[in-house]
Structure formats: C-alpha cells, structure tokens
C-alpha cells in the first residue's frame, strides 16, 4: 500500500464526512478490458463488494463513466434496480446515490466518485455533485502522481540495463569507451533538464 | 491549487437569491409565452437526441421515428438506421423530458453511447456531424466532450449548426471543467436550477451558461418502463429541447438566434416591472 493509496482512501473519507453518506466507492476504468475496477470501498454495506469489477455498460457508474456527465438518483420507489447493478448486486439497496466522473488532464475519464444514501436532505443535491466533484479532481491529481510514480522505477530499471550493457561496450575498445562517453553525456545532459541539442 | 476550482458550478447561477435581475427590452414585451408557444404540441419539428438510445414504447416516450447507431468498423463508421435500444437510461429519460412538454414532436434517436459503443469523441462528432445533415431541427446534446483534441472539430460543428439554423440545445458539466460544445457561444447551454414548471426558464447575464431549466429532483423515464428521481444539467437540457420545439412549430424558420432572443425575452428573472417607466 503506497502513499498514493492511502490518500486516495482518505480523499474518500472525507468525502462521505463532508457530504454525510454511510457508504461510498472509488472504480477506475479499465479501458481495455471494458470495466470497472473497485479501487476504494468506505462502509460496511459495501466490503463484499470489494473485489468484483463492473462491466462499463452497467448501471450509474458505467453511465457516468462513458458519458462524462455527473448525475444524482432518488430511487424513491424502490426502482434501485434501474439505477445500480453494482448495489442490487451485494443485496444493497442505497435510496439516494451521487456519481460524479474523475476526469484526466488530458479530459479522458479515468474513473468513478459515488456516494449513496445522502443522510439529512432527503436526495443528494447540486452543492453535493459540486463539491463531489471537486473530491475528484483530487482524485485524479493523485491518480496522476502514483502513475509517475510507478513509470519512475520501470525507467530506472532500464537505465541501469542501459548502463550495464554501455560499460560492457566501453570496455571492449577505445573507440567503445569514447562512444559510450558521448552516449551518457547525452543522456545526461537530458535528464538535468536541458533537452538535447544537436 | 487555483481560485478558478472553487468557483460555482454552472447551475449555481441560477440558485434562489444568486440569479440576478436583467433589464427588459420593451420592444420585446410583447413576446408572450402564449405567443411563444401556447397551444403549440411540436407538431412537425423533429427533435434529435444524442445519447444512450431511446427505449421505444416507453409510456412516457411513446413513439420513436428515426433511429441512428453508429459503429466503427476497419473502413470507417458504419450508420445503422435499425431500431435500437437504450444501454443505460439516460436517453430515455431526455426524451421522456421532451415528450411532456413538446407531444407531437418527432423524435430521432442518435445512439452514440452504449454497451458495443465508447461513448469515444469520434463517435459523438459523427453522430453530431450526421444530425447536422439530417434536417432535423432542434438537437438535445446532454453529453459534452472534455477532451482538448475535439475542440476543434466541435466548434466547426457547431458553427455549421447555427448557419443552418439548428439549435443545439447543450447540458454543461456540472463543474466548470472544459465541456465541449456546451461552452461555445453559437449553441443553447442549460444548467439545472430549482424551477419546478417545465415552461419557465431563467437567464444568466453571465455566460457561458445561459439559461437555467428544471433540472434538480425531477422524475423521469428510465429503463424497462420505469422511473427515476434525478439531478442534473442532463435533465435541464431536454426541458428547453422541448420548448424550442414547440416554439419552432408555431413559428417556423426562427434562427438560432432569434430564438435566444425569445428565450431571454421570457426568462423568469427579467425585470418586467421595470418596463413602463422604471430605469433601463
């Protein structure tokens, strides 16, 4: 568990404090594979359903996430069903739900925000997806961060393979050796910052 | 972290004691909401819907009378014209909006967002671009694109809507993030506010948003014939959809423009007791 994901977990938190709900989700889109992943679960009502991804056609979240649009549900006649496979799935029934799409730099939409069963008002309202959304945009800022993260360690690996296989050169000849120099320069000169130039 | 990420979301505008005032136009006094639309059903205008699909039959949808799907296949896009369904709901529910206001309105049913579909912003370009050639002539679009790289073509789409004289009748995102093309200046951009008449709109001085429709707690159509209570700029959207339907059928061949200049003449918030002698 990185730093990253623990921040996720406490934007999450705070979340559900801020606009009071018992329970609430963080599912991040799997492109590729069409669904959706359950990264963060607060509440009880929701533990069982911790590790079983959605498909993206299903219920709000799936909606949410393909639309970009955010939305606020009162199921008041009991018609969950319509709205949320993901809840009527763990026998969970919220009677109010607010889903909001966490939105990349570049405008994809990367995940899901969804809290349910607003306690006080009787329905989630307009403040309530505002402020949610801006819950995340955090969201995706650390989204963001842990991906550099994760990218940092893979490129320092294949630097040291780099080098492995430079000094190896740089041994065989003094026209290596001089080659190899050159290279590293290079590389350098890029990684502090001051681009390549020929 | 900037100031810009705390600033309202659209729909804020139009909350009770935020909306301000605007200044009548008296010249434009005589537009009447009866003159606007009363007695109107839509009759003969068809109303495009970019969405999910619309289920067909539904009891508060009813009849359905052109479809499009779009699919992408090696060689380009493929336009199926079959009868479709919807994949979520939220289509319905834009058309069941629309339906209540505007009765007799045609409606055609442009599904771009779906199981088999991405929802990616080609197909929503493509799907804009063959409403646009389609001769329908009003277009709800309560889905927007965030994405930077359709920008462009956006607003060339848009611009080609408006000198054709199709309103695009758009729902923004609820925060202020890029959503295109509910932001441009040519197109109808609507925020939910708390207004409970579906014939009553509010006008927002302050653009880009510029009207405010019901669109907080409504009911709506959804899936397999049922019902959801709602919120969002989605919602508030189809409610002028349906109004500029009916506008479009009582008068004819109005411009985009024009009926801007209608809508703002009978928003809620303009100050009509200003008119006969009061300041200007």
Redesign the interface.
Do not use: E, K, Y
């Given at each position: 568990v990185t730093a990253n994901d623990l921040h996720l977990e406490l934007i999450l938190r705070t979340a559900t404090r801020a606009i009071p709900a018992p329970a609430g989700i963080l599912l991040l889109v799997d492109?590729p594979r069409r669904r959706l992943n359950v990264e963060v679960v607060v509440g009880d009502s929701l533990q069982d359903f911790s590790n079983t991804p959605l498909?993206?056609?299903e219920?709000?979240a799936?909606?949410v996430a393909?639309?970009?649009?955010?939305?606020?549900?009162?199921?008041?006649?009991g018609?969950y069903a319509?709205?949320n496979d993901l809840t009527e799935r763990i026998g969970y029934a919220p009677q109010t739900i607010l889903a909001?799409p966490v939105?990349a730099a570049?405008?994809?939409?990367i995940g899901v925000l969804e809290l349910f069963d607003r306690q006080g008002p009787p329905?989630?309202?307009?403040?309530d997806?505002?402020l949610l959304?801006?819950f995340a945009?955090h969201v995706a800022f650390t989204l963001d961060q842990r991906r550099q993260e994760s990218a940092f360690p893979a490129a320092d690996e294949k630097m040291a393979a780099l080098t492995d296989q430079l000094t190896a050169i740089a041994g065989s000849s003094d026209a290596g050796f001089r080659l190899c120099q050159g290279v590293l320069g290079a590389v350098s000169t890029f990684i502090n910052g001051e681009g390549v130039r020929p | 972290m900037t100031a810009t990420l705390f600033r309202p979301a659209w729909s804020d505008a139009f909350a009770a004691g935020v909306l301000p005032k605007v200044r009548p136009i008296p010249p434009l006094d005589n537009i009447t909401p009866e003159w606007a639309w009363g007695g109107s059903t839509g009759a003969g205008v068809e109303v495009a819907i970019l969405d999910s699909g619309i289920e067909a039959n539904h009891p508060a949808v009813g009849k359905v009378q052109r479809y499009l799907t779009i699919h992408e296949e090696a060689d380009g896009f493929i336009y199926d014209e079959q009868p479709h369904d919807d994949a979520f709901g939220h289509g319905t529910a834009c058309a069941g909006i629309i339906r209540s206001i505007a009765p007799q309105c045609s409606l055609t049913s442009v599904k771009v967002l779906g199981p088999d579909l991405t929802g990616r912003g080609a197909m929503f370009i493509a799907g804009l671009r063959w409403v646009i050639e389609s001769g329908a002539q009003v277009c709800n679009l309560s889905l927007s694109s965030s994405h930077a790289e359709f920008f462009g073509q956006l607003q060339q789409l848009t611009d080609s809507a408006y000198f054709k004289h199709l309103p695009l009748v758009c729902a923004p995102h609820n925060l202020p993030l890029p959503s295109y093309p509910s932001l441009f200046g040519v197109v109808l951009s609507v925020a939910a506010s708390e207004e409970r008449d579906p014939e009553r709109l509010a006008y927002n001085p302050d653009p880009p948003v510029e009207f405010g429709a019901p669109g907080i707690d409504v009911e709506v159509a959804w899936r397999n014939g049922g019902t959801l209570t709602v919120t969002g700029n989605s919602f508030a959207a189809p409610h002028v959809s349906g109004l500029v339907a009916r506008l479009l059928s009582k008068h004819p061949g109005l411009t985009v423009f024009q009926i801007k200049t209608v809508l703002r003449a009978l928003a809620t918030n303009v100050a009509r007791d200003q008119l006969n002698g009061g300041e200007q």
């Open positions: 492109h498909l993206l056609d219920g709000i799936g909606m393909l639309s970009g649009q955010p939305i606020a549900v009162a199921c008041t006649r018609d319509h709205a909001v939105t570049n405008g994809r939409v329905t989630f309202g307009m403040d997806m505002t959304g801006m945009q | -």
